[in-house]
C-alpha cells in the first residue's frame, strides 16, 4: 500500500469523511448561528405553487433545523423570518407570513418549551398588533426557563434600525459613547456575536442582518433554497466552518510566534 505523495486539500478529505467535524471535535462548534432563511419563493414557483406555500414548508425546514441545533449543542440560532423591508412584498403575502407567524407562535411554544428551547422574538414590535404582542410575550414567558439553545426569531428587524436604536438609547442614558455601550443596547444583546452566518438561495449578500454583530462571523452561502435547507446541509455549513481559520483582525498563532 502506498500512501499518496501529498496530502489531499482539506476540502477533498471533507467530503470523503462520514461524520461531521463538529462530531470529532466540538471545539469547532459554533456558539452562535445565524441563518438568512432564502429562497422560500422560488421554491413554491419551481412546483407551480403560491409563493405563500413556500412559507408554510419553510417554516417545516426550520422546525427540524431548530431540533437539531438543539440536539447538536449550538447553544444560539438567530433566523431572519422578517425584514424590516419586507413590508414592501405584496399585500397577501405579508399577510401568509404574519399568519404562519401566529400559527407557529400559537403551535409550536409547548414543542419548543419541551426541546430546552427560549424563544426571543427581536424587532420593532410596534408595527405588529396588539394580539401578535401578546402571543410573542407569552411564548417569551412561556419558554424563559430554557437552556438548551437560544432561538431568536428576527421579526419587523433590520441591523440600520437596530444600530439607530441602540444608539439613541445610549444617548438617552447620557452615557459617553462607546462600542459597548451600543453594543449593550442591541436587541439581539443577549446572544454573542454569531460565529456563522448561513444564507440559502443562493444571493451572497447580507440584506441588512445583523450588520452590527456580522463583523468577525463567517459567511457560508448555499444555494439550496431554504425549504430543502436540511439538518445534513446544516452539518455541511458546520464542517466547512471548522476549517475556517478565525483571525479576527489578528495574525495566525504561528506567524505571530515567529514575528516574536
Ligand atoms: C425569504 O424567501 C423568506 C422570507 C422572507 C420569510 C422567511 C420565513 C419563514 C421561513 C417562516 C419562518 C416562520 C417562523 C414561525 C419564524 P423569499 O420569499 O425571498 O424567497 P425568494 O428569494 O425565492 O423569492
Known amino acids: 500500500m502506498h500512501s499518496p505523495v501529498f496530502p489531499l486539500p482539506r476540502p477533498q478529505l471533507q467530503r470523503m469523511s462520514k461524520k461531521p467535524d463538529h462530531k470529532r471535535e466540538p471545539s469547532t462548534l459554533p456558539r452562535h448561528v445565524a441563518v438568512v432563511m432564502d429562497g422560500n419563493g422560488r421554491w413554491a414557483q419551481r412546483r407551480f405553487l403560491p409563493r405563500s406555500s413556500g412559507h408554510k414548508f419553510g417554516v417545516d425546514a426550520l422546525k427540524k433545523i431548530v431540533r437539531h441545533c438543539a440536539e447538536i449543542g449550538v ?93 439613541q438609547a445610549l444617548a438617552a442614558t447620557g452615557e459617553v459613547p462607546s462600542a459597548e455601550g451600543i453594543a449593550r443596547h442591541l436587541a439581539l444583546a443577549h446572544s454573542p456575536d454569531p460565529d456563522l452566518l448561513i444564507r440559502t438561495g443562493g444571493e451572497h449578500r447580507i440584506s441588512n442582518f445583523m450588520l452590527w454583530q456580522l463583523a468577525y462571523t463567517e459567511l457560508y452561502f448555499t444555494d439550496i433554497l431554504w425549504p430543502d435547507f436540511s439538518p445534513e446541509a446544516f452539518d455541511a455549513a458546520l464542517t466547512d466552518f471548522a476549517h475556517r481559520q478565525r483571525r479576527f483582525g489578528g495574525v495566525p498563532e504561528a506567524k505571530s510566534r515567529a514575528a516574536a
Do not use: C
Not at 444560539?76 to 407570513?97: D, G, I, K, M, Y
Not at 394580539?131 to 426557563?145: F, K, V
Open 75 to 167: 447553544a444560539h440560532l438567530t433566523v431572519f423570518a422578517f425584514s424590516s423591508e419586507n413590508w414592501t412584498r405584496p399585500a397577501e403575502e405579508v399577510q401568509t407570513l404574519m399568519d404562519l407567524f401566529v400559527k407557529a407562535l400559537q403551535r409550536e411554544s409547548p414543542e419548543l418549551a419541551k426541546q430546552g428551547v427560549r424563544l426571543r422574538v427581536v424587532g420593532d414590535l410596534s408595527a405588529f398588533s396588539d394580539e401578535m404582542r401578546g402571543l410573542i410575550a407569552q411564548s417569551e414567558a412561556l419558554t424563559r426557563d430554557n437552556t438548551t439553545l437560544v432561538l431568536n426569531v428576527a421579526l419587523n428587524y433590520g441591523g440600520r434600525w437596530d444600530m439607530l436604536q441602540a444608539a
